[in-house]
């Protein structure tokens, strides 16, 4: 009655936390901090919300699933000046694909591209491990196999490229590139995503670049896929996820989109008009408004700037803290990710996410995120400091 492939894929990580924490209290007398998932609780730019708010005729009608021109358009702009992409490069009708929040673009893109066979094998989709699950998810409900990258700090938390198998490589379908990367931060230099393209146009598959925490850094924009496949005159098998989650710190407006290679696009965009619903019609408003504006993204990193420093202060080089290159995550060397977890909500009232959850078990029963556990830096800098004193000496005791 079930697919048991999708059945295979185990607990998502939140349930697994939630599990893991449901016999233990927070520690009494203290107001608990929430750093385990990844959201933003800074509410969504107040310039938006005379848009949502006027919304109510967009209810009486389905949106467009492809999105409104104006959206298209918006997104088209913005990728044009962010990553200096030639103008007209990117066809706005057929080359960009507003999403309901990438997860859902991240997740059905191996149904769109993986072929039941490729070499005469059972297709492959490479991921970095530590990884977002959804690709997991989404590579498994295509049926191809998961194939974990290695993403450790001595690869500079992120998947070394110049180690693949060329028997992986010839059945690869699709290699998932996360940069900034969730949890470790680390983020992809131009030669590296060009050899990730290089290897994509050899080998015949697609390379998706989650970019959704590209905006998320102190001073050095992360390079990007497009910008990067641009340089070689065509965005051929190249694809880039982008979201206002992170950019705009609105991941209830559900809203970011996928946008490349014209051959992927056709098909996640025909796979799209079978599958997906339309995002409403304010939110699709509201988000036009906001790809066109950059200062409430300058406020943004601003507020992640000051929590970075206020905990980098507080921890130094403890639990083998840096300061990553992008996005909002600290990936915390504790010894014991689980353990240091349970601890942290008994006695500082801290919730965090140990890192086997974000990790796949090898054969062997090694789990390289075992060690380690993710913060979310969401919250003000006054409360993160907070967090991190209690938090170093719960762990420290
Ligand atoms: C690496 C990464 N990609 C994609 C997403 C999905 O973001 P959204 O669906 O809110 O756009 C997240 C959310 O946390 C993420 O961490």
Known sequence: MLNDAVAGLGDYPFPRLAALLKDVAPAPGLDPIDLAVGEPKD????MARDMLAGGFDGYGKYPPVPGTPELRRAIADWLTRRYALPAGMLNTDAQIAPLSGTRE????????VVPERKAGARPAVLMPNPFYQVYKGGAVAARAEPVMLPATAATGFLPDLDTLDPVLLARTALLYVCSPSNPQGAV????YLAKAIALARAHDFVLAVDECYAEVYDTTPPPGGLEVAAATGSLANVVVFHSLSKRSSAPGLRSGFVAGCPTVMAAVR?????SASGTPAAIMTAATALWRDESHVEAMRARYRARFEAVGR???NRFGYYRPAGGFFLWLD????????????????????PG????????EGINLGAAYVRLALVHDAPVMAEAARRGAAALTD
């Not at 673009?105 to 769109?112: D, E, I, K, Q, Y």
């Not at 504790?334 to 996410?353: C, F, N, Y």
């Open 334 to 353: 504790v010894g014991d990710g689980e353990a240091a977890t349970r601890r942290l909500w008994s006695t500082a009232a801290v919730r965090v996410l």
């Open 356 to 363: 086997a959850y974000l990790s796949h078990t090898g054969p």
């Open 43 to 46: 509410g969504a730019p107040a």
């Open 270 to 274: 025909n796979l799209r008009n079978y």
């Open 105 to 112: 673009g991240l997740f059905m893109l191996p149904l769109a």
């Open 188 to 191: 992809a230099s131009r030669d």
């Open 314 to 316: 507080i921890l130094g």
